[in-house]
């Protein structure tokens, strides 16, 4: 890559050519994709519809591909301006031109640019200004000489060098400068602290009381590249509420001068052989390091530990976003649900097959009111009335109360056939006082818009979450510690990938998940329900080019995620792209079959050989990805729906007991282990050391959000509100009573399990709660809920 006036010889590797080799694919498919995202293409339609383009990259690899365009693009925007300034500044050199050119990170860009970056006058500037750089460089360069000797000839009143103290105060200043601003040096430094330092935390004088939820971290140490990012998080976070010093150790301590200054000064030649300058030198090498040069590393090294930090809870979030929106539907089937409380009663909303709201009301079955029977008599007569088939039930406050009262009713009315399911009422809340909600449902009160959304989520899971902000959803560690920018970006890619790999109903499909579909903008998505609320149901996909501000672009992008049911061309159901319709309808005249004959024939559709039906435009892998369709229209990839029993008598963590084997639903997955509702309001914690008889590196290689598993209780501490489980059923449990503690691998210290309870606070919609940093939605719930907050 050159620009005018660079010096050809370099050799720098094109954008396209670094993200192939990171990928381990080859460079005409990345410059593909490139292509394509640059021409307005999501990462969905790509990975979807131009196959051939890209020759079978995958959205995974799409996505990371995306990632790394944007950086690297930031980098040669930030080296571009990096060489205008050192071109303007008269100091561009060839040699200096390579260094920036060949710089493959922002960090060793920064580092070649720190001696040419325009700063505040500096006391080695204001040296240089008093003529003191020979008198540096001179001592640097013959240590035989005595520095005070030599000093006395630079004595300028003048110029501010009242004595050759002065002189030298003023030399060291220019060594210190040089020495913390060589690239190369502080590259090396960097890493060999990244490998042998570590992170300390220590509280607070006076501290230790109001940050008791910190006390793991009061007397902590731990290496850089041990330190997961749960634990890191939590130490900036209390840092930030000043309640822990942080600080970040090259190494461990020692009695003798540090390795570090040692390679400062072998890097300038300085040795301590007895000559006159050699101590003068070597301190200046120790007051470079310890003024200038760990300073910076120690906020270098900050920044990458947040950084790791924040990517790895972002990635988290992201996962557990991806299982909870492709959780299983129950589908089009009439749902009762149920928003618990116990004060204010328990809010009660009917929903039909398709998800309008038919019915509502307010129960008051629990304290202070105790009108059982009457709760039971009321929601009796709105399921036999509304052909009830299912009943959510938030997993909030009173919500094992309010699950009895559903059995109750299963039991005293089996005519009903009616199957109750406990469903995360996470978002609920805000979802409720959204400016959608209130267009959604506006003559109904807010409080009852939190049952209409968990009757709808059961149903659909993904198009009713689309309606809340993916961050409000809190399936992450510590989101309101992470950048936001970095966060809304993965969280929106997962629900675009989410959605238009289901597919959408255009003629059902509410405007916020319309704006999730591929090409379709906000604007577009209030268009088209505009268009459909006026003119009726769409009938094909062309009528899609009706629907105003609509254009091409956005038609070829949207077109294949967007379904039509029982519309006038059959194809239109399918995720087949109408381009690609003169495909089948080539594969119709082969056959003889007509459309409709022809999807889901599956006899026939494999008797087809796919190579007949590529041409110029279709490749193999598109013909292909047309006969699994049509052989399967429309399928939905999400699992099937089946529901977790919670066990009868298990309603508060004081009816749990060790050794008891329960059924439960996985909540949410961290770096360290599981949560898992077992039904007593506090979720309990699958450490990643009890999920299977071999080594797990990964916890969701396991598990995964709203799974179903069986657990073992290992430990009840009802006093610290901790429950331990193990997937592991022939484990042997704790003694009634008796505590179990992960071990750590280094002594003295708290245990691992222990360490990592400050993984976040609050959130929860009335959960029983320990003390919490803050408050972070769903993983901050299951973590006070399992006691670890």
Same mark, same amino acid.
Not at 462 to 472: Q, R
Not at 506 to 521: E, I, K, Q
Not at 597 to 619: A, C, M, Q, W, Y
């Given at each position: 890559?050159?620009?005018?006036?660079?010096?050809?010889?370099?050799?720098?590797?094109? #954008?396209?050519?670094? #993200?192939?080799?990171?990928?381990?694919?080859?460079?005409?498919?990345?410059?593909?994709?490139?292509?394509?995202?640059?021409?307005?293409?999501?990462?969905?339609?790509?990975?979807?519809?131009?196959?051939?383009?890209?020759?079978?990259?995958?959205?995974?690899?799409?996505?990371?591909?995306?990632?790394?365009?944007?950086?690297?693009?930031?980098?040669?925007?930030?080296?571009?301006?990096?060489?205008?300034?050192?071109?303007?500044?008269?100091?561009?050199?060839?040699?200096?031109?390579?260094?920036?050119?060949?710089?493959?990170?922002?960090?060793?860009?920064?580092?070649?640019?720190?001696?040419?970056?325009?700063?505040?006058?500096?006391?080695?500037?204001?040296?240089?200004?008093?003529?003191?750089?020979?008198?540096?460089?001179?001592?640097?360069?013959?240590?035989?000489?005595?520095?005070?000797?030599?000093?006395?000839?630079?004595?300028?009143?003048?110029?501010?060098?009242?004595?050759?103290?002065?002189?030298?105060?003023?030399?060291?200043?220019?060594?210190?400068?040089?020495?913390?601003?060589?690239?190369?040096?502080?590259?090396?430094?960097?890493?060999?602290?990244?490998?042998?330092?570590?992170?300390?935390?220590?509280?607070?004088?006076?501290?230790?009381?109001?940050?008791?939820?910190?006390?793991?971290?009061?007397?902590?140490?731990?290496?850089?590249?041990?330190?997961?990012?749960?634990?890191?998080?939590?130490?900036?976070?209390?840092?930030?509420?000043?309640?822990?010093?942080?600080?970040?150790?090259?190494?461990?301590?020692?009695?003798?001068?540090?390795?570090?200054?040692?390679?400062?000064?072998?890097?300038?030649?300085?040795?301590?052989?007895?000559?006159?300058?050699?101590?003068?030198?070597?301190?200046?090498?120790?007051?470079?390091?310890?003024?200038?040069?760990?300073?910076?590393?120690?906020?270098?090294?900050?920044?990458?530990?947040?950084?790791?930090?924040?990517?790895?809870?972002?990635?988290?979030?992201?996962?557990?976003?991806?299982?909870?929106?492709?959780?299983?539907?129950?589908?089009?089937?009439?749902?009762?649900?149920?928003?618990?409380?116990?004060?204010?009663?328990?809010?009660?909303?009917?929903?039909?097959?398709?998800?309008?709201?038919?019915?509502?009301?307010?129960?008051?079955?629990?304290?202070?009111?105790?009108?059982?029977?009457?709760?039971?008599?009321?929601?009796?007569?709105?399921?036999?009335?509304?052909?009830?088939?299912?009943?959510?039930?938030?997993?909030?406050?009173?919500?094992?109360?309010?699950?009895?009262?559903?059995?109750?009713?299963?039991?005293?009315?089996?005519?009903?056939?009616?199957?109750?399911?406990?469903?995360?009422?996470?978002?609920?809340?805000?979802?409720?006082?959204?400016?959608?909600?209130?267009?959604?449902?506006?003559?109904?009160?807010?409080?009852?818009?939190?049952?209409?959304?968990?009757?709808?989520?059961?149903?659909?899971?993904?198009?009713?979450?689309?309606?809340?902000?993916?961050?409000?959803?809190?399936?992450?560690?510590?989101?309101?510690?992470?950048?936001?920018?970095?966060?809304?970006?993965?969280?929106?890619?997962?629900?675009?990938?989410?959605?238009?790999?289901?597919?959408?109903?255009?003629?059902?499909?509410?405007?916020?998940?319309?704006?999730?579909?591929?090409?379709?903008?906000?604007?577009?998505?209030?268009?088209?329900?505009?268009?459909?609320?006026?003119?009726?149901?769409?009938?094909?996909?062309?009528?899609?080019?009706?629907?105003?501000?609509?254009?091409?672009?956005?038609?070829?992008?949207?077109?294949?995620?967007?379904?039509?049911?029982?519309?006038?061309?059959?194809?239109?159901?399918?995720?087949?792209?109408?381009?690609?319709?003169?495909?089948?309808?080539?594969?119709?005249?082969?056959?003889?079959?007509?459309?409709?004959?022809?999807?889901?024939?599956?006899?026939?559709?494999?008797?087809?050989?796919?190579?007949?039906?590529?041409?110029?435009?279709?490749?193999?892998?598109?013909?292909?990805?047309?006969?699994?369709?049509?052989?399967?229209?429309?399928?939905?990839?999400?699992?099937?729906?089946?529901?977790?029993?919670?066990?009868?008598?298990?309603?508060?963590?004081?009816?749990?007991?060790?050794?008891?084997?329960?059924?439960?639903?996985?909540?949410?997955?961290?770096?360290?282990?599981?949560?898992?509702?077992?039904?007593?309001?506090?979720?309990?914690?699958?450490?990643?050391?009890?999920?299977?008889?071999?080594?797990?590196?990964?916890?969701?290689?396991?598990?995964?959000?709203?799974?179903?598993?069986?657990?073992?209780?290992?430990?009840?501490?009802?006093?610290?509100?901790? #429950?331990?489980?193990?997937?592991?059923?022939?484990?042997?449990?704790?003694?009634?009573?008796?505590?179990?503690?992960?071990?750590?691998?280094?002594?003295?210290?708290?245990?691992?399990?222990?360490?990592?309870?400050?993984?976040?606070?609050?959130?929860?919609?009335?959960?029983?709660?320990?003390?919490?940093?803050?408050?972070?939605?769903?993983?901050?719930?299951?973590?006070?809920?399992?006691?670890?907050?």
């Amino acid at each position: 890559m050159t620009t005018p006036g660079s010096n050809a010889s370099i050799d720098v590797r094109s #954008i396209e050519s670094r #993200i192939a080799e990171e990928l381990g694919v080859r460079e005409r498919q990345v410059k593909a994709a490139v292509e394509l995202l640059d021409g307005g293409s999501t990462v969905p339609f790509i990975a979807r519809y131009r196959k051939e383009a890209t020759e079978m990259l995958d959205d995974a690899q799409l996505r990371t591909l995306e990632e790394r365009l944007r950086y690297l693009r930031e980098l040669e925007e930030r080296r571009t301006a990096i060489l205008d300034s050192v071109r303007e500044q008269g100091k561009l050199t060839e040699e200096l031109e390579a260094r920036i050119r060949t710089a493959e990170t922002k960090a060793r860009l920064e580092d070649v640019y720190l001696p040419y970056k325009p700063k505040r006058r500096t006391k080695a500037q204001i040296a240089r200004e008093a003529g003191l750089e020979p008198l540096a460089e001179g001592l640097l360069g013959d240590p035989s000489v005595d520095p005070l000797a030599a000093a006395s000839a630079f004595v300028d009143a003048g110029k501010g060098v009242a004595d050759a103290q002065a002189a030298l105060d003023g030399a060291r200043s220019i060594l210190t400068e040089k020495f913390s601003e060589d690239a190369d040096l502080i590259g090396e430094l960097r890493e060999r602290m990244w490998v042998r330092g570590r992170l300390t935390a220590k509280v607070k004088e006076g501290k230790e009381e109001a940050g008791a939820k910190f006390a793991d971290y009061f007397d902590f140490a731990e290496p850089f590249t041990e330190l997961p990012s749960h634990r890191i998080l939590a130490m900036l976070r209390g840092e930030k509420e000043d309640v822990l010093d942080l600080a970040l150790e090259p190494e461990e301590a020692t009695d003798g001068p540090s390795s570090y200054e040692g390679i400062v000064a072998s890097r300038f030649g300085i040795a301590d052989r007895g000559r006159p300058g050699d101590k003068w030198l070597t301190d200046t090498v120790r007051w470079a390091w310890r003024t200038r040069i760990l300073v910076h590393l120690g906020i270098d090294l900050r920044l990458r530990l947040r950084t790791a930090a924040e990517d790895e809870a972002v990635n988290v979030f992201a996962a557990n976003l991806r299982d909870l929106l492709l959780a299983a539907p129950a589908g089009t089937r009439a749902t009762l649900g149920l928003d618990p409380g116990f004060r204010t009663g328990v809010k009660v909303a009917v929903v039909d097959a398709t998800g309008k709201v038919v019915a509502t009301d307010v129960i008051h079955p629990h304290v202070p009111a105790n009108r059982w029977d009457e709760a039971i008599a009321k929601l009796a007569r709105l399921a036999e009335r509304h052909a009830v088939e299912l009943i959510a039930i938030g997993n909030g406050t009173a919500s094992r109360e309010t699950d009895k009262l559903a059995g109750e009713l299963i039991t005293k009315h089996p005519e009903l056939k009616l199957t109750k399911v406990m469903v995360s009422e996470a978002g609920a809340s805000v979802y409720s006082a959204s400016a959608f909600a209130s267009q959604e449902l506006p003559d109904m009160d807010v409080s009852l818009r939190g049952a209409v959304s968990i009757a709808r989520r059961l149903q659909d899971p993904l198009a009713e979450l689309v309606k809340i902000d993916p961050k409000s959803i809190g399936v992450g560690q510590y989101q309101h510690d992470l950048s936001e920018v970095k966060l809304s970006r993965s969280l929106d890619a997962v629900v675009e990938d989410c959605v238009n790999g289901v597919g959408v109903d255009v003629n059902t499909a509410s405007a916020p998940l319309l704006a999730r579909v591929s090409g379709v903008t906000s604007t577009l998505a209030e268009n088209i329900v505009a268009h459909r609320d006026a003119n009726g149901p769409f009938t094909s996909r062309t009528e899609l080019k009706k629907v105003s501000r609509l254009g091409p672009k956005a038609y070829e992008q949207c077109a294949g995620f967007l379904r039509i049911r029982g519309g006038s061309d059959p194809l239109d159901a399918s995720s087949v792209h109408p381009e690609a319709y003169p495909v089948v309808r080539r594969m119709v005249k082969t056959t003889r079959q007509e459309v409709a004959g022809l999807i889901g024939n599956t006899s026939v559709l494999r008797s087809l050989k796919p190579t007949e039906f590529v041409d110029e435009t279709f490749g193999l892998p598109t013909v292909t990805d047309i006969l699994r369709e049509l052989e399967k229209p429309g399928r939905d990839p999400r699992p099937a729906f089946k529901t977790a029993t919670f066990a009868e008598g298990v309603e508060k963590i004081s009816d749990l007991s060790s050794g008891m084997v329960l059924e439960g639903v996985v909540t949410n997955v961290a770096a360290f282990g599981a949560f898992v509702d077992v039904g007593v309001h506090q979720d309990g914690l699958v450490h990643v050391s009890a999920m299977s008889k071999t080594f797990v590196k990964d916890p969701r290689d396991v598990v995964k959000p709203g799974d179903i598993v069986k657990v073992k209780v290992m430990d009840v501490d009802i006093p610290r509100k901790r #429950i331990s489980l193990t997937l592991r059923l022939d484990d042997e449990a704790a003694p009634q009573g008796a505590q179990t503690e992960q071990k750590r691998e280094r002594g003295g210290k708290p245990p691992r399990q222990r360490q990592q309870r400050q993984g976040s606070g609050g959130g929860g919609r009335g959960r029983s709660s320990a003390a919490s940093p803050a408050s972070d939605g769903a993983m901050a719930d299951a973590l006070r809920r399992a006691g670890l907050a």
